[in-house]
Nanobody, 129 residues
Framework: EVQLQASGGGLVQAGGSLRLSCAVSGLTFGFDNYAIAWFRQAPGKEREGVSCVSIRDGTTYYRDSVSGRFTVSSDNAKNTVYLRMNSLKPEDTSVYYC????????????????????WGQGTQVTVSS
């Protein structure tokens, strides 16, 4: 059973930085078969795709509102994906989830969750103004 453990959230002032981690275990296939994505959902709002990475070739995607501020990366030796978030804004406040796509189909523009089968429990990010 694939498990994803998201961590690294917290409370930060606007303009600050956080690094989220997503540790993946119990893989059915090799880690490089996967695309790993970050989604977020704020209270009363729909879930939105934030960023993703194709582990095999390193292709990345960012939603427009985080492009240039967030960076997704992977440590394949640790089966871990990171999301470095700089210049945080109050509107980035959400629960952030990581999710795994074992067929590497979902890391595309207009990132949606339908290709991502396994999900972590989420980590809260709160940005104060």
């Amino acid at each position: 059973e694939v498990q994803l453990q998201a961590s690294g959230g917290g409370l930060v002032q606007a303009g600050g930085s956080l690094r989220l981690s997503c540790a993946v275990s119990g893989l059915t296939f090799g880690f490089d078969n996967y695309a790993i994505a970050w989604f977020r959902q704020a209270p009363g709002k729909e879930r939105e795709g934030v960023s993703c990475v194709s582990i095999r070739d390193g292709t990345t995607y960012y939603r427009d509102s985080v492009s240039g501020r967030f960076t997704v990366s992977s440590d394949n030796a640790k089966n871990t994906v990171y999301l470095r978030m700089n210049s945080l804004k109050p509107e980035d406040t959400s629960v952030y989830y990581c999710a795994a796509d074992p067929y590497n189909l979902g890391c595309v523009p207009d990132l949606e969750g339908t290709d991502f089968i396994d999900w972590g429990q989420g980590t809260q990010v709160t940005v104060s103004s």
